[in-house]
């Protein structure tokens, strides 16, 4: 088992452009987040999705859009980068045995984005 | 919204000695969780609390829920350099159905 993969791992755009950051997991999870991780703000909910076909919104959903394609991935897709992105962006899967609330997230690896 | 508040930011500890962190959040949680997050990784899974006052123990590290469910806290004894790296807590609201992680604490550990 793999746990949660992104890719990439880290990315330098300059201001305007767009690019697509891809997380997978292999756990038959039904829950996957995406997250930023900015320096003494610990993770910021940027995206989630709670079953595959749906998603929303978290705490700071402006400038990004997710896509759930399947089960396994989950992608977050910058349109016209900004340098107030520039951050870690952490993907994370949860199960739901045992009930939606009272499980752990897994975490990948991270994608670390400059926007220049 | 639910806020999630961590103290210290930071805690310089020396090898050896104990150290206590603090959660509190704004609203009344159904469960906290505590993840792991080493210089340059990806935050990993430490516990859950799911009752009020619940206290659990993983080897040097002590979690205690409070009777009110709206803080917590992670006491570490006889420090160790791997004990290294930033703490979260993160905290479930009853009504909600995602985790709101709080700012985190810095550990490090003077040899």
């Known amino acids: 088992n793999a746990g949660v993969t992104q890719t990439p791992k880290f990315q330098v755009l300059k201001t305007g452009q767009s690019m697509t950051l891809q997380c997978a997991q292999d756990?038959?999870?039904?829950?996957m987040y995406w997250y930023r991780q900015d320096p003494g703000m610990g993770l910021r909910l940027i995206y989630y999705?709670?079953?595959?076909?749906?998603?929303d919104k978290g705490e700071v959903p402006n400038g990004y859009n997710v896509s759930r394609l399947n089960k396994r991935e989950f992608s977050l897709r910058l349109e016209s980068a900004a340098p107030s992105q520039t951050s870690v962006y952490f993907c994370?899967?949860?199960?739901?045995?045992?009930?939606?609330?009272?499980?752990?997230?897994?975490f990948g690896p991270g994608t670390r984005l400059t926007v220049l | 919204g639910q806020q999630v508040m961590q103290i210290p930011q930071y805690q310089h500890v020396q090898e050896g000695e104990d150290f206590t962190t603090y959660c509190n959040s704004s609203?009344?949680?159904?469960?906290i969780q505590w993840y792991k997050q080493r210089p340059g990784g990806h935050p990993v899974f430490l516990i859950q609390?799911?009752?009020?006052?619940e206290v659990k123990k993983q080897k040097r590290l002590t979690f205690q829920f409070g009777e009110a469910k709206k803080n917590s806290s992670l006491h570490i004894t006889a420090t160790q350099t791997t004990d290294v790296g930033t703490y979260f807590c993160a905290g479930f609201k009853a009504a909600g159905n995602k985790l709101t992680f709080g700012g985190g604490t810095r550990v490090l550990v003077k040899p």
């Open positions: 756990m038959n999870h039904n829950s």
């Open positions: 999705s709670a079953s595959e076909g749906t998603t």
């Open positions: 609203t009344t949680l159904s469960n």
């Open positions: 994370a899967s949860k199960s739901e045995r045992g009930g939606f609330f009272y499980n752990e997230q897994f």
């Open positions: 609390l799911v009752k009020s006052g």
